[in-house]
């Protein structure tokens, strides 16, 4: 039975598995990552998958093992711990590793910046003068909206003559005109207009004085100064711009002989240079200074004006804000249309009719009423008062042919007049070819249009010429040049508009008697005679074409 028991148990030990039969094989070994895609590219705040396949050395995949990840550069790109690229900030490539079982792979990420869509510029002011400066700003934006921050923006203008801008965006004025300044960044663009205006607003010209009025209402003078005409106080003659005197600040001003005449930003009307013909209207002379060196006031010191017009004689008028007109200086023609004929040593009240604005010529003013409705009263021995006579009147009338004018300019015994469709009409003396139909000689007694002449936006006359400004800025000239006053390059009278040379630009002209100026976009121009240095080019040399008017602006 013992034996049976043994043989048993052997039977039993002899079909039992060993022990190593019962323990699982180990898992297989980690050959390789492979990590995909290999390369990838996103862009800033954009997002990637990237994918880990765990092989074993015969190539298989092998499941269910951990992988970590990570980056080589977390500022351009980070991994989360599932494979999920962000893109942070522009650059790469950046190495994105998967590890397991201690071996790794890796793809190549490269982040690439929101491309720029749009470009907001601005700018804290958008009317300048020449010399000042100011800052743009540039805000570029995706093609959502969303700010862009860290690109590179270049800067350019339309035209350097007007203005200039450096490679941070800040603009310098140079001359009067429009300038657009764009921006540019990676293909996008966006600009801002900036308006330039001239540091002359406004020229007064007189037989033998110039002065310019700046936008900051400062005055320069040039020319005759021994009666104290340039207003600097130094009695000298000057041949280049000199400031007036004081600390007043102008708004508008009128040239005459041997005196200008403005009006204050209070209002007030100043007058400075000879008091010939009481031009300086400060009272009867013997009573009164022979002439003043700075700006003083007239003896009128309550009413306040808007505008002021001198002839080149020495009769003035200036309006009041409600268009009354106040008159004063030499009244030998009944010029001053007071229904006197004697002088008149303080600006003193004229009757009605009201108007806009007042044009004074040597014999002879002109005026516009409400809606512009021209009248002109004075000497009319060559019809300047265009009322169809030749009769003298010391009283506004109405000149004939129910025309509207939005300028008026007086010469010596003739008008010409601007109306709002561009065209230029004339009456009066045609005896240097004033009246620009191509004739010289004869009278014309009412208004003719000036044919085959451009549409102007300004015309200004003195003496025996007429100068009109094309919106485009060229000038044109007729009538008396013996001085080179036309500024075509010659003396020869012209009696059609005839362009002064050169490929200046104006955005304003003036007319004296015997010399004209222009302001342009990069200076102030002079032509004609230059008696006493009226050119402000530094010499007493006539110059028969635009020649630049030296310092000060």
Sequence with gaps: MRRLLVLLLAIVIACSPSPSENTPPPPAAVASVFVTPGTQSIA????????????????????????????????????????????VSAGGPVTITATSGGKSGSAQVSVTAVPVATIEVTATKTT????????????????????????????????????????????????????????????????????????????????????????DGTVLCWGRGDEGGVGDQANVDRSIPASVSGNLRFQSLAGSQGRTCGIATDGRLYCWGSNNNHGLGLGPLG???????????????????????????????????????????????????????????????????????????????????????????????????????????????????????????SLQDATCALKADGSAWCWGSNDFGMSGDGTVGGNRYSPRIVPNAPAFVQLDGHGQYVCGRTGAGSAYCWGRNTQGQLGDGSTTNRSVPTPVAGSHLFVRIATGTVHSCGIAADAVYCWGANTKGILGDGTLTPRLVPTKVLGGF
């Design 44 to 87: 800033v705040g954009g997002t990637a998958s990237l994918t880990a396949a765990v092989k074993a050395s015969d190539g298989s995949v092998l499941t269910g093992r951990t992988v970590s990840w990570t980056t080589s550069a977390s500022g351009t790109a980070t991994v989360s711990g599932s494979g999920v690229v962000t893109g």
């Design 128 to 215: 300048l003068s020449p010399g000042e400066k100011v800052q743009l700003a540039a805000v570029t934006k995706a093609a959502g909206g969303a700010v862009l921050t860290g690109r590179a923006v270049t800067w350019k203008t339309s035209s350097d003559a007007i203005g200039t801008v450096n490679s941070s965006g800040l603009v310098t004025a140079v001359g009067a005109g429009t300038l657009t300044v764009t921006a540019t960044s990676e293909g996008a663009g966006g600009s801002v207009v900036l308006t330039v205006s001239s540091s002359v607003k406004s020229l007064a010209l007189g037989p033998e004085n110039s002065c310019a009025l700046k936008s």
């Design 287 to 409: 009573s009164v200074p022979p002439f003043v060196s700075v700006p003083t006031k007239t003896a009128d010191t309550v009413t306040t004006f808007t505008s002021v017009s001198s002839s080149q004689q020495g009769s003035l008028c200036a309006l009041t804000n409600g268009g009354v007109r106040w008159c004063w200086g030499d009244n030998d023609n009944i010029e001053l249309g007071n229904g006197l004929s004697v002088d008149v040593t303080v600006p003193t009240r004229v009757a009605p009719p009201l108007f806009t604005t007042v044009a004074m010529g040597n014999y002879h003013g002109c005026a516009l009423a409400a809606g512009g409705v021209p009248w002109c009263w004075g000497y009319n021995g060559h019809g300047a008062i265009g009322d169809s006579s030749f009769v003298d009147s010391s009283v506004p009338k109405r000149v004939v042919g129910g025309h509207f004018f939005t300028t008026i300019v």
